[in-house]
Structures are given as C-alpha cells and as structure tokens.
C-alpha cells in the first residue's frame, strides 16, 4: 500500500470511529441506559426520603443514577391536575418505566399509557381505584405497593379511642373530588359502623373549604380522622390548627401530618415501601413484565405520637402507647 493511501484510510478511521475500524469490523455503539420517569406527588424536599430510599435500592441493584440509569423528576406540588402532563411528558420521553406516588399520579399514568409499565411506591386501594385486576394477577402494565391493609382503618380507630376514650361521634375529613377520598372515606365509615361510632363527614373539594367545613364541627364531633390525599396534604398545617382550635383530636395516615400539628398517625412506613418499589423496577428492567409481578401490602407500620399537641387538647397519653410508639414528637 502506498503511503498517501495508507493515511487516507487512518485519516477515514479516525474521523468515524463508532463506524469503522482498521480491521475493518464495524464499532460497538455505546448501550443506552434506561430512564425512569417518577412522579412526586408534593416537591422534592418533601419527599426527599422516600425517593432517597427508592435510589439507594436501585444502587444496590446495580442500577446508579447517572451511569447505569437516568431518573427524570416531576412533582405534582400538591395539584393533582399536574399528573396527567407529567405522564404524557413521559410518554413523549419515552421512558423505561414510571413510578409513581399515590393513586391519582398512577391513575394519570395508566390513562396515558397501557405500555409503558408503571410501579406505585404507594396507592391506597389499586383494586378499587381500577389500577390492577387483582392484587395477585394484576394484568395490564400496572404493578406496585398498597400502602392500606384490609383493617387498617379498624386499626386506626382502635388507637385512637385508646386517645379519646369517650369516643362516639367521629368527623371524616375527605377531599370527595379525588378518587382515593371517597374510598377511604368508604372504609373509615364500614369501621366506625363496626365499632358503633356514628359518623360525621366533611367533604371538601378544594381549600377554600377546609375552613367552614372544620367550624361547622364544632361540637358535632369528638375527634377528626383526616384522609391522606394531596389536596389535604397540601394544607395540612391549615387543618391541624383549625383542628387544635375546635378541640378536635386528629388521625391522620402518615407522619408528616403529625409533624405538622396533627395529635397522631399510624400507617404504612413510606419510605420502605420506595425501597422495595425498587425491586420492582429493577425486575421490570431486567424483562420482567408488570401483569405477572403481584402487588404488596405494606409489613411495617409506624405509630407516631405528637406530645404538645396532646397537652394543647388536655390529653394524656396512655404510657402503654407512649411506650409502643416509633416516634412521640415533643
């Protein structure tokens, strides 16, 4: 081969290296790594411990952000109305899987989507919003963590008559316009009704209603067991001080409601179920298809207690309760 030709051809091999090497065997493309799209139903910072969780997982798959996989991040900042752009975003993106917080995002997600596969890290009741068939087959492109047990409302009610011993008239606090709403308040009413309460309900649709609703309650009720949704979540400082105010004791599902001035909550340990949120993702992303991975129920739940708040009703708090909780707030 003659020199001039010989430089030519490295000259040719240089400029397209993903084409064509000297040996003539065409260049492997770089693979390209798989995006997670996930969807936060309030912002980052306050929910920074479940989606720390769900990528600590991940990491321990394998699977670490920014070199094995992307995640992009879209918060719902408390507006449910958000979730359905988010979702046809992600589709636009084409991402490998979405997840999920809470059941209006994943119901958001299914209605833009029957193949992308979706994971809950969290929905309240994935049968009887239409999320999945059933919790053992659950079909479709759809999978996740429940984050309700069958009597968790019962349960709730145990400890907080524990609280309000006197206990007979119990207020529900639902946002009706939300799907999550009207079915735990369906629950919450099946226990009372078993444990003999006559119930109350205070269906709201938007903030401006959380204000007369709680006023009206005054005297009508002994105590408020709030829904967790994101409209609710949004203003829950709102509604634990309007609470505090009308000397109602107030049940709530998860912990920051309780940061947040409510009396106590009790309920699924959120961050675990992220955790194995990840699992999910991680067999999805391996092959697995969604119809054949069933949902869980949550194995851990947390008791978390708010000790000023308590004092602020004239409340004591049995020792025994005190003793058993995961966390008393002071």
């Keep these: ?24 065997v065409r260049a492997q493309q770089p693979a390209k790594i798989p995006t997670i ?21 991940m990491q321990e798959h394998g699977w670490i952000e920014g070199r094995t996989v992307t995640i992009e991040y879209r918060w719902g900042e408390g507006h449910s109305e958000r979730f359905a752009e988010i979702a046809a975003e992600f589709v636009r993106l084409k991402v490998g899987v979405i997840v999920t917080v809470g059941t209006a995002s994943s119901i958001a997600a299914k209605q833009a989507t029957s193949v992308i596969p979706i994971v809950f890290g969290t929905a ?7 999320l999945v068939a059933s919790l053992a087959r659950p079909g479709g492109n759809v999978t996740g963590l429940s984050n309700e047990s069958a009597d968790l409302a019962g349960k709730r009610l145990d400890i907080l008559r524990e609280v309000v011993p006197g206990l007979r008239r119990l207020a529900i ?23 003999v309460l006559e119930v109350v309900k205070v269906e709201i649709r938007r903030a401006e209603d959380i204000g007369p609703a709680i006023e009206a309650l005054k005297n009508r009720a002994d105590a408020l067991y709030v829904v967790t949704e994101p409209l609710v979540n949004t203003n829950r ?42 699992d999910y993702v991680d067999k999805i992303l391996r092959g697995a298809k969604p119809a054949e991975l069933p949902v869980e129920q949550p194995t851990k739940f947390d008791l978390i207690l708010n000790l000023k708040t308590a004092k602020a009703l004239g409340l004591e708090l ?7 909780a995961d966390e008393v707030i002071e």
Excluded: C
């Design 1 to 24: 081969m003659r020199r001039r030709e010989f430089i030519k051809l490295i000259g040719a091999a240089v400029a397209a290296p993903s084409i064509l090497r000297l040996d003539g």
């Design 173 to 195: 606090l639902a946002n009706i316009g939300s799907s999550i709403g009207l079915l735990e308040m369906g629950d919450v009413q099946a226990a009372a009704r078993t444990q």
């Design 124 to 130: 309240g009741d994935p049968v009887g919003a239409g």
């Design 37 to 57: 799209g996930f969807v936060g139903s309030l912002s980052q910072s306050a929910q920074s411990e479940w989606t720390s969780a769900f990528v600590r997982r």
């Design 237 to 278: 400082i709102q509604i634990n001080a309007l609470a505090l105010d009308a000397r109602l004791p107030t049940l709530h599902g998860q912990r920051g409601y309780v940061e947040a001035g409510g009396l106590m909550s009790y309920g699924a340990d959120i961050p675990d179920l992220f955790r194995r949120a990840g």
């Design 318 to 324: 049995p020792t025994s309760m005190l003793a058993r």
